[in-house]
């Protein structure tokens, strides 16, 4: 047997050279196994990523060539356009509403289906169903037959003889409407609230207990305690998920009304697809990355002072 | 030597497909040219696309048979589907070098797909495969013609119009006759709100259907003209504010936070129930509402006595372009002038992109009764008074986005008339000094 022939039979090799060669048919081949993930993250996540970072430093429209600008639509984006202050306000104002919301539904029902029941299980799928469905078009579609003046939900106001409130058409409250339909969708965070409360220590609970502490005092001296980890992982996600918030608004009230509910994201798709200025909706999906990262990095910063970990979150 | 071979293998399509989607990222520059390829007797494959509803699916469908039995080298693939995204798919296409052979054009995207864009063939090219003679030049020459250049051949004659309830027209008195200007819009208004609290006589009012063609009637300019400037003064457009907010407070318009969420009038669920008794709509989008107000017809577009011009909307109904890059220019040019020209397709496809512009298959058409009497009417009123038609930076739907959202503000009472039409100034001149 030869040394290459051993090594591709996987024999043993002595000597360290024959131990580093040793590894790279095994990693090829791993490298082939994932080669469907690794093709579709390059073409469909890693090139349109780098392809926009340039995009945003050029004129283009898709019909014709592109031509550099260089960083003439970030000083267009930021000194003349009264529609982008207009939108980031709104994206704001919906992640500060609909985020904390979200949790607190999420959390509340993980304490409710934290419990010992029959059909426990059967209850938490049934609660898990709307993420399923998710922000979809069709959901969205449903959700403005709801909330228009003449909907569902009117109607239910009517039989308590309370007046029609205009849910959708008043620009002071359709921002409001548009953050239920995420905060609907607060299954994921739910389950893991869930496996966060199932791993608080039952003794914990009989210690307070003997301490003599309310139910109040125990959720908020043990139990939220020990879920900031699970709070600050959430946290995150659905902040990230509400910056890029897109459908709620385009089915429900296409931005409207005044421009109410013109979030980032149909900012982006306005000008991209409806203006069809590539360049310049790239700059201002960068701006938004941007915008997400310092968000992110601000709050992993400060979780040192709220989130706390058993270990002492340094890991030892 | 094995790892190498291994390492290239990955490597080497993995190379590729980052070359190939770079590429794909880049637009070409060969322009290009038409091929001249000679396709008589050949067997070619055209790709034809358009949207609309399932009655003109089914009829292009079956237009698309006729044609096909009678020249079998000919295959038409058909694509269709719902107006929305189509815009957005169509330049993708044309950015990809995807773009069908033969496709109708919105008469907002012609400035960008045929002017700038230059995607799309100039059919006098082709006019030995066309028959143009069947269509009116003078229509032709006012409403297809972009830059010297024919962009498509028109599917049939479009037009703004009033469109009124006959039935809401009659419960408040109001003569089916009446000659509508902005003035007795205002005056029939009021006393309709005054009789009842929740009638309207209009819906709501956007910027194409009220903001243009008001200032336009004033001035006697394009909304914004050739040169980049605007066409009105700051006082013209305070006019049309105020006259808007007017006719909210008396009751005129039903109010905007009811009707803001039905920017298609034909959705409004109180015109659906008879509250709301005329709209300004285009003779092409007559069929979709009669579905749910069978009882309408059609007036004149309020047009004051002393206006500068009529600033009646008149387009051609999506003029059909045939892409530069086709390989069958001629093939699909001969399709194109059947589907449009020919008795025969006129026949299958009546009035589904409203009536046609030859008039000898118009008249036809009439005469058999195969088209709704209520768009042949519309069409004629339109075409018995057009405006100037509109001239492609005043199709700009970037510009007109910032009329839309300044009207809007308006019709909430958020921002004065004069105020409003110093920021509408104000921004559209910003936009213009950037636009290349």
Known sequence: MTHQSAQAAGGQTPGSEGKRRKRKPG???????????LIGFIVLTLVPFVASFIYSFTDYNMVRKQTFVGLANYIEIFTKDPVFVQSLRVTLLYVVIAVPLKLIVALLVAMLLNVKMRGISIYRTIYYLPSILGGSVAVSVLWRFMFMREGLVNEMLSYFSLPPVNWLGDPNLALFTITLLPVWEFGSSMVLFLAGLKQVPAELYEASKVDGASRVRTFFSVTLPLLTPIVLFNLIMQMINAFQQFTAAFVITDGGPMKSTYLYGMMLYDNAFQFFKMGYASAQSWILFLIILVFTFVLFKTSNRWAHYEDGGDGK | MKNRNWRKAVALPLVAMLATALTACGSDESGGKAPEGKTDGEKVTLRFSWWGSE??????????????EANPNVVIEPEYGGFEGYYQKLVTQFAGGTAPDLTPLSVDWIDEIAVKGDLVLDLNTLKDYLNLDAFDKEFLDSYAVYDGKLVGLPMGANGMITLYNKEFFD???????????????????????????????????????????????????????NDKTVGFAEEDVTKAFSYYQQLIADGVIQPVAESSLYPDMADNLQWQNGNIGMMFTLASTIAKVKTYTPGVDVAMFPVPSDAKTSAVLVNPSNPLAINKKSKHPEEAAKFASWLLTSEEASLVLKDVFSVPVVKANADKLVEEGLIDPTVAKAVDLALSNPGEPVNGLSSNQELNQIAQDILERVAFGKVAPDAAASELTERLKDKLALIK
């Open chain 2, 171 to 225: 419960r408040f008195d109001i003569a089916h006759d009446t000659v509508w200007d902005w003035e007795t819009i205002h005056t029939i208004g009021k006393q309709v709100h005054e009789k009842d609290a929740n009638a309207y006589l209009l819906g709501m009012f956007d910027y194409r259907i009220f903001l243009q063609p008001f200032v336009n009637q004033l001035t006697g300019n394009q909304w914004i003209q």
């Open chain 1, 27 to 37: 990693s090829l081949v791993a490298y082939l196994y994932i080669s469907p993930w």
């Open chain 2, 55 to 68: 009655v003109r699916h089914k009829a292009l469908l079956e237009a698309i048979d006729i044609y096909t």
